[in-house]
């Protein structure tokens, strides 16, 4: 289907207002961010009887599904093509989309489909996100990437050009949990520094489980074997270099490899790590340092507790550098160290400690905060502005289509979140080094090894990524 020259200006002319927006988001507060989106320009808005026509790339799995079917509640989205390695998932995909056409290879819709399409969602394994993601952008098209958006240090700065350069297309980041209320409360109220400035910021995910077959696996390695015929292995492995088949791994167990995944610090970031990103507009840390049992081999390391160290960007932080620890295995810190009342922390959290106070806040949005080691009621602070909960899949949709609806998490937030947990995951190969981390030449400064095996990789040929250059 050839798409009329009306719909590709409307459309040119809502993704411009929408730029407008991100840079806003980045640039300006994060209060403002968070909600002051009546004060943007207006954009033009596009004809009800049009649709937002885009192409899935990678529709199985336990995310991609969710996302499909959040996206088709919108009244004004179709899914017109729909791409996947796995011939068994594209096939329960296209049953009911007749309208789609389908392909294993993102490559050739791009090249043979384009005009069928307006926007992307890229929900593949973290090792193949950063291609197809950047090529939307460079071939014009909205980009919704799920988390944690790249898989290596490099492709960080590689998808903020790609983004930088193309500020009329909408991006977000699948973070949905910005969307709850009680986050955007914490971002307000840390960003205003009503509990004065922060100190240190503590951040836990629960898992993973030592071994088991769940959501993350680290149990026995499977031996190599012959991949199950719905499976295209070549075009599964994608960006990464040949390597045999395993039992497991297009299922779930990829997550927990290091080839193939970012381990639970690196799927868990963009959910954890954004309350102190938006509220101090976080960018690089200058250093990580991970402490773990056993490093990191074909699995990501797990028992990981590392410290990131944030610069004060002019007077933000109550000390010249704000720490933030991050840990797996739901470490938690001491509420008698932290001078609040004994209770229990959930499995997952952040907390940041300040000045007059301690906020914490778990990932559905509940809010707790204590003051001179009572527990207070944060909803008294002066100066919160009122709160609603988002459909952040909606919000992306609407920007698109000219409303003046707010996109929670785009690319180049996403990045600095994604460049946090991928620092934690990686330098876990390092426990007890501490890497001084210098992101405009990509390089641990003090340890060439760590330059050498972590920030990059080698790209099998056909699916390099713009941008990176190859492993020296």
Request: hydrophobic share 40%.
């Amino acid at each position: 289907m050839t798409i009329p020259v009306h719909r590709r200006t409307i459309l040119r002319t809502a993704a411009t207002a929408a730029g407008s927006l991100a840079a806003a988001s980045l640039l300006g507060s994060a209060t403002a961010a968070l909600g002051a989106v009546s004060a943007l320009p207006r954009a033009r808005r596009r004809s009800r009887l049009e649709k937002l026509q885009i192409l899935q790339i990678g529709v199985g799995g336990s995310i991609a599904p969710y996302d499909r079917q959040q996206l088709e509640s919108h009244p004004d989205v179709v899914f017109t093509g729909l791409c996947d390695v796995d011939a068994n998932a594209l096939e329960a995909a296209a049953k009911d989309r007749p309208q789609a056409f389908t392909c294993k290879d993102h490559r050739e819709a791009f090249a043979a489909r384009g005009d069928t399409f307006d926007a992307v969602i890229v929900c593949t394994p973290d090792h193949n996100h950063a291609l197809p993601m950047i090529t939307a952008l460079e071939n014009g098209k909205h980009c919704y990437g799920q988390k944690p958006l790249v898989q290596q240090l490099a492709e960080v700065t590689a998808i903020e050009a790609a983004a930088a350069a193309h500020p009329e297309l909408v991006t977000q980041v699948g973070n949905q949990r910005m969307g709850k209320t009680g986050r955007q409360y914490a971002v307000e109220i840390l960003e205003k520094n009503l509990l004065g400035k922060p100190v240190e910021s503590y951040v836990w995910v629960g898992g993973p489980p030592d071994e088991g077959n769940g959501y993350f696996y680290y149990g026995p390695l499977p031996e190599p074997s012959t991949p199950p015929s719905n499976i295209d292995w070549p075009l599964w492995l994608g960006c990464a270099e040949d390597a045999p088949y395993r039992d497991g791994l297009v299922g779930l167990r990829w997550r927990s490899s290091w080839d193939y995944g970012t381990g639970q610090l690196g799927d868990w970031c963009t959910h954890l790590l954004d309350v102190p990103v938006f509220a101090y507009n976080l960018k690089s840390p200058i250093s990580v340092l991970a402490q773990t049992r056993e490093p990191s081999g074909f699995y990501h390391a797990q028992h990981v507790a590392t410290t990131l160290a944030y610069p004060d960007p002019g007077g933000r932080f109550a000390n010249d550098v704000l720490p933030l620890h991050y840990s797996d295995k739901g470490q938690r810190p001491s509420r008698a160290a932290l001078r609040i009342p004994p209770g229990n922390f959930a499995s997952t959290g952040t907390l940041v400690v300040c000045e007059d106070g301690v906020l914490y806040v778990e990932p559905e949005g509940k809010l707790e905060v204590w003051r001179d080691g009572k527990a207070f009621d944060w909803k008294s602070l002066q100066g919160l502005e009122e709160r609603a909960e988002r459909n952040h899949w909606h919000c992306w949709v609407d920007r698109i289509m000219g409303k003046d609806a707010f996109v929670q998490t785009p690319f180049a937030a996403g990045a600095s979140m994604a460049e946090a947990g991928l620092l934690c995951a990686k330098a876990a190969r390092y426990p007890g080094q501490e890497l001084l981390w210098d992101k405009p030449s990509l390089t641990f400064t003090n340890s060439p090894e760590a330059t050498a095996t972590i920030v990059r990789r080698t790209y099998r040929p056909g699916f390099e990524v713009p941008g990176v250059a190859a492993v020296s």
